[in-house]
């Protein structure tokens, strides 16, 4: 709902708090790894920076179900093809991966990472169609590249 005043670009508080909100896990966890100092394979950093990388993959998962949802509800019949197949590929890649993250935890990270950094050019195309709100991009960048970094720092440091 627009507030009195605005022009529907301002970014609603609740989805900017709980966007913040979304990097407290990661941020979390590259503190832990980073503590743990000389020891950051002992179980508690090993165990929060894998639980890190999970929920980094639930989250590029989640904005896929963000994708279909828009694509569902908003595309026209030409659109929704492209987009529901766009709208796969996030979870796909989370579950790939998860599955590299037990034997080979610093790649999964890194690619991982470089999933997210590249999830605005999709969310700039829904802001370009206009099937997302005008506050969209000003959300989703920001909240995107913090997560990608912290996934590339998560994932340095379990190298």
Do not use: H, K
């Not at 026209?76 to 599955?99: K, N």
């Amino acid at each position: 709902m627009i507030e009195r005043g605005e022009d529907g670009t301002r970014v609603p508080l609740a989805a900017t708090v709980l966007g913040a909100a979304g990097l407290l896990p990661l941020i979390l966890a590259l503190f832990v790894r980073l503590a743990g100092g000389v020891y950051p394979d002992t179980p508690i950093p090993l165990m929060i920076g894998g639980l890190a990388l999970s929920y980094a993959a639930l989250i590029l998962s989640f904005l896929g179900g963000i994708w279909w949802g828009v694509a569902a509800t908003r595309a026209t019949p030409e659109q929704l093809p492209r987009l529901m197949g766009i709208a796969v590929v996030p979870t796909l890649v989370a579950l790939l991966v998860v599955g590299l993250a037990w034997n080979f935890p610093a790649i999964a990270s890194i690619t991982l990472a470089v999933a997210i950094a590249l999830t605005p050019l999709v969310d700039r195309d829904l802001a370009r169609r206009g099937l997302v709100p005008v506050w969209w991009m000003r959300l989703r960048l920001p909240l995107s590249l913090a997560l990608a970094a912290l996934t590339l720092g998560l994932g340095l440091s379990l190298a």
